[in-house]
């Protein structure tokens, strides 16, 4: 499926990844259109206010942009919904089409500085209703031109087929140099775009670092490939089928008598039973907002009554935790009291995670709970997808471990021993045994710990809920299968 080619550029989107949202662009804008429309028929004649004949002009001006955009979105939505995935031919014309769609946000942003011209300095003395009209259409212009803006500049690849064919270069050739060069520009160019997107981020060097590493990812990524949007979702969707065949195939009355990744312990069913306890922890470790998604008519009743309450308590917090409405949550979903958490943490950073540790009586547990990915800090932690070295003594093979999930797994792992967490946790129960959980990045970060504290503590175990794909080189995926259990629920995207 062929990404859009205009001006010698390339557009990081298929010639059929249009429908929907031009169609949704479509929607607005014909709603605005006929707003618009009903203004100037009911006070057509009768702009007699000092700025009227400017009002009349814009407005009749704004309904001929309008028609001129509804006209060609609905052109690009039609020509972007023909053909197929091997037959392209029909969809042609959307390179031509999109550039004179993009020719019409010329007058568009002309007549939004007009109308806001006219609300700052002629609009005193008109009508409120012409007044507040005038102001939805120019904030609906800006807010659309800046989307629009933003989506070009994730979408475009300033650098088109020039890297593309820099890629082709083999070592030894020369043309090595040229390659290199294009390679370092499009480091460059993603650099500067999660920089942009992620500008209220603080710049400091762990941020910087984790731009640098995330872009060459990315560029390496797509460096010799020609994805867009639409290929991801039928490989996607093609995945979901093959799944779905070998699932069919499968003998319904296979019973599989042991945990996959634990084999010499207790039957399945008691397994379970953990892992089902554990998830309530995996799951509170996120807080308030997945108690109230969890809980959508009583959530938000239950945690008004009890968040500013809660701050009078005296346990170990750390940060972002103003109102107590994170700890009431977990309280509520874990069912443990004020005096059974050793420490929370709720400090959030690109390799830093939320976490908590707490005494769970039930199961004679010191257990530790981390956080999911929540946060665009997470996100960043997540693509930071390079491969980091994981030396453990007795693992033979290559040790390597996804990088930013690795490092955040530091950072809890420095917590809990240089500041004696996990020691106070065992003065208070020392016949207590070790356990880890999480979700997500949660539980990938939770699997590393587990490595790390093995040799410390070997009786922990560790429950995995969802951990991300490509978490662990071979050899310490084989070293964790005896302290590990991974949870994937049907064919859960992150850890398929």
């Given amino acids: 499926m062929p990404g859009m080619v205009v001006f010698g550029r390339r557009w990081v989107i298929a010639s059929d990844d249009l429908v929907f949202p031009g169609a949704f662009e479509l929607f607005i804008r014909i709603i605005w259109w006929i707003g618009t429309l009903i203004l100037y028929t009911i006070h057509k004649g009768r702009f007699d206010c000092p700025g009227g004949a400017v009002l009349n002009i814009y407005l009749v001006g704004l309904l001929v942009i309008l028609a001129a955009i509804i006209l060609s979105q609905c052109t690009i939505v039609y020509v972007s919904a023909q053909g197929t995935i091997t037959n392209p031919g029909p969809r042609r014309f959307i390179p031509v089409l999109v550039c004179v769609r993009f020719l019409l946000y010329l007058p568009e942003i002309v007549w939004a500085c007009l109308g806001a011209m006219w609300v700052s300095g002629d609009s005193k003395g008109c009508d409120l209703a012409e007044v507040g009209a005038v102001i939805g259409a120019v904030v609906a212009s800006w807010i659309i031109l800046f989307f629009t803006g933003v989506g070009v500049l994730v979408v475009f690849d300033p650098l088109g087929s020039q890297r593309r064919s820099a890629a082709l270069y083999e070592p030894g050739t020369s ?122 008519l009583t959530g938000v009743f239950k945690l008004s009554g009890d968040c500013c309450r809660s701050r009078s308590a005296e346990y170990d917090i750390v940060g972002g935790d103003h109102l107590g409405c994170h700890f009431t949550s977990i309280l509520l979903s874990t069912g443990l009291q004020y005096r059974d958490f050793i420490h929370i943490s709720f400090h959030n950073q690109i390799y830093e995670i939320p976490f908590f540790v707490a005494l769970d009586h039930k199961k004679e547990a010191v257990l530790v709970a981390v956080r999911g990915t929540l946060s665009l800090k997470d996100v960043l932690t997540d693509l930071s997808a390079d491969c980091e070295n994981l030396p453990i003594e007795g693992v033979t093979g290559d040790c390597y471990a996804h990088k930013g999930i690795t490092q955040a797994a530091n950072y809890i792992y420095k917590k809990l021993i240089n500041d004696g967490i996990l020691n106070q946790a065992f003065t208070i129960a020392p016949e207590y045994r070790l356990v880890i959980t999480g979700h997500s990045l949660g539980a990938g970060a939770a699997t590393v710990l587990a490595i790390l504290l093995r040799s410390a503590f070997p009786t922990l175990q560790c429950y995995a809920f969802s951990p991300p794909g490509g978490l662990l080189s071979k050899a310490l995926a084989d070293y964790s299968r005896e302290f590990v259990v991974s949870v994937v629920l049907g064919k859960d995207l992150v850890p398929r």
Avoid at 185 to 206: F, G, I, N, T
């Fill in 175 to 296: 043309d090595m140099q040229s390659s290199d060069s294009a390679r370092s520009l499009a480091v460059r160019v993603w650099e500067s775009r999660l920089r942009l997107l992620c500008c209220y981020l603080p710049q400091d060097d762990s941020h910087r670092a984790a731009f640098s590493g995330i872009a060459q990812l990315v560029s390496g990524f797509f460096s010799d490939t020609d994805l867009v949007g639409s290929d991801i979702a039928a490989g996607l969707s093609l995945l979901h089928q093959e799944q779905d065949k070998v699932e069919q195939c499968r003998d319904p009355d296979e019973v599989v008598p042991h945990s996959p990744s634990s084999p010499i312990r207790e039957d399945l069913q008691t397994e379970l039973e953990r892992a089902a306890h554990c998830m309530q922890f995996a799951a509170a470790a996120y807080g308030w907002p997945v108690y109230v998604y969890s809980n959508p």
